[in-house]
């Protein structure tokens, strides 16, 4: 699924035009790296994106379709929690500015914390039956390019909509009245208190003070004004917004892929057999890298549809059952390779992907990954995945996966 930018909405715009808020509100929430290092994900190679703050994988794997979902990765993405007050879209987005990079800004701001959790109850591809895993992965954005072309094509793009918002920004004839009488009333306040403090009699003090105490009065009812116009801005803004086609096309342009992307992970399993910490044993981790060319579009106007090319390698240490033993197990590294290719158009995204695994010490063990998954946006925060193939192992089961993953947080970052 496409990594859109077209869902951005002002906030508040009762800031400069140099520091207004924006809301990235369409961004996606992957496969957990806990889900991928299990080999149980609809994906293992994963088209890079913007992480939720918050986000929940529900899966249902089985080998014949028919299983409840009983896995569940949850992940958070900290720069969400900790970003500069002053951080910006053009850094978010590795958009340049003022002939500054920002290739590099993803390694904080695009990374991702996350735990899964899988509980087994049958033997199928490297999980054994009736045994908890959990897995723990971080990942992170690398290094992300865009060419110059697409550098001011955004910048524009940016630039334009945040003078839009300013136009478009509800009640602000009233809004400038009300600020100009509030000055003025904070003017005639503080001239009331000094002829206050240099009145000569009781008759001159009760008056001035009868005057001084109604302004302060009106100054309050004029602030509340203020207050009640400023707290319906957020609402009506994004109304006024999404019903300008202007500020739409403006969104629409910055829904911009990056043309090439470099993205890693890591994670690391243990595994519980029979659902005790007692019987607790190292299971499998790796580190990986994930290369992604956004190659082109047959229509980016009207189907908003983009071709990803991508390719993976992966290293692991794995934790290998013994063959014709229970609970026998030999430490063996693995090399995984492969790529994958996917076409997105609207909501809708169609991909496959390949990957191959060998064992450096036991060629008995390689295998291959067959996969093609079709994933569904329902909503910014709600999608669908289903995946079939043939997953590792040398007995090529079939694979079957049906996913809901969900994101929660707001993501408010400063215009320019």
């Known amino acids: 699924m496409k990594n859109n930018i077209l869902a951005i909405l002002i ?128 990942r992170t954005n690398v290094f992300t390019f865009r060419n110059e072309k697409q550098n001011q094509k955004l910048r524009t793009a940016l630039a334009n909509f945040s003078k839009r918002v300013i136009e478009l920004r509800p009640n602000q004839k009233d809004t400038d009245s009300l600020e100009i009488l509030l000055n003025a009333t904070s003017y005639k306040i503080r001239k009331l208190y000094d002829e206050l403090m240099t009145a000569n009699n009781d008759s001159l003090k009760r008056v001035i003070n009868e005057k001084y105490i109604n302004t302060i009065s009106q100054k309050t009812l004029i602030k509340k004004k203020l207050d009640d116009l400023e707290n319906q801005a957020p609402d009506l803004l994004e109304t006024n917004i999404k019903k300008d086609t202007l500020s739409q096309n403006y969104l629409k342009e910055l829904d911009d892929l990056p043309l090439f992307q470099l993205d890693a992970a890591f994670a690391y399993s243990e595994a519980f057999p029979e659902n005790k910490t007692e019987n607790k044993r190292f299971n499998r981790s790796g580190i990986w890298i994930n290369a992604t060319l956004n190659a ?56 496959f992907e390949y990957l191959k695994r060998d064992y450096s010490n036991n060629s008995n063990l390689n295998s291959e990954r067959r996969v093609g998954t079709l994933q569904y946006k329902i909503s910014d925060n709600l999608y669908l995945t289903g995946s079939y193939g043939t997953n590792f192992g040398f007995d090529k089961s079939l694979f079957t996966v049906f996913g809901i993953n969900y994101g929660l947080g707001k993501s408010d970052l400063k215009s320019k």
């Not at 290998?320 to 033993?325: A, G, K, S």
């Not at 290719?341 to 609207?346: A, C, D, M, P, W």
Request: proline share 4%; net charge negative.
């Open 296 to 351: 082109f579009s047959f229509d980016h106007e009207e189907l908003n549809d983009n071709l990803s090319l991508m390719m993976c390698s992966r290293f692991i240490s794995d934790n290998i059952l013994i063959e014709n033993t229970v609970n026998e197990f030999d430490k063996q590294n693995a090399f995984d390779l492969g790529f994958k290719i996917e076409y997105s158009i609207k909501e809708l995204s169609l991909s």
């Open 11 to 138: 906030l508040f715009c009762s800031f400069p035009l140099f520091a207004q808020d924006i809301e990235i509100k369409d961004l996606k929430t992957l496969n957990a790296p806990g889900f991928q290092i299990l080999d149980i994900a609809p994906n293992t190679i994963d088209k890079p994106s913007n992480p939720k703050a918050f986000a929940a994988s529900l899966m249902s794997l089985t080998s014949n379709g028919t299983a409840l979902p009983k896995n569940v990765a949850l992940e958070i993405s900290p720069y969400w929690y900790f970003k500069n007050k002053n951080a910006t879209v053009s850094q978010y987005l590795n958009i340049q500015e003022n002939n500054k990079s920002n290739s590099f800004s993803g390694l904080f701001n695009k990374m991702s914390i996350s735990i899964a959790s899988v509980l087994n109850d049958s033997t199928l591809g490297s999980l054994v039956k009736n045994t908890n895993y959990i897995a723990f992965g971080v």
